[in-house]
């Protein structure tokens, strides 16, 4: 390898290493994301996740409970009836276009919102 080489490679990994730095900082954005919640396909409630902890109990007319957390880092559910507990075992979700569902207990927690900024899409 000669010594141009080592500029050209030094010059890409520059070029790199800002590409990722300003896609980690414009990250840092205030973001308005809700959290939608659906029972049965219809919209019950939408909460902004940035409004602090909140607790929400939805009971279905099937005897199936569901307790959802809401924090300023993002949303879960803490408790199911269902007996396979993958909506519990999710976790929580903080990003617009992640789901939550609970397919038994017929509950979906959407998050919307797009970051100001923010990447939307990558193209290739």
Not at 9 to 17: D, M, N, R, T
Not at 73 to 95: P, T
């Amino acid at each position: 390898m000669r010594k141009a080489d080592f500029y050209i490679i030094g010059v890409v990994l520059f070029i790199a290493l800002i590409g990722v730095v300003v896609f980690y900082i414009d990250g840092d954005n205030t973001a308005e994301v809700y959290a939608e919640i659906y029972v049965f396909g219809e919209l019950i409630h939408s909460v902004l996740l940035d409004s602090g902890h909140d607790d929400i109990l939805i009971e279905n007319t099937n005897e199936s409970s569901n307790l959802i957390r809401i924090t300023r880092d993002g949303v879960y559910i803490v408790e199911a009836s269902c007996r396979n507990q993958l909506c519990v075992r999710s976790g929580k979700q903080s990003r617009p276009g992640q789901i939550i569902a609970c397919l038994p207990n017929r509950v979906l927690i959407r998050l919307v919102g797009l970051e100001e900024g923010g990447v939307d899409a990558v193209a290739y």
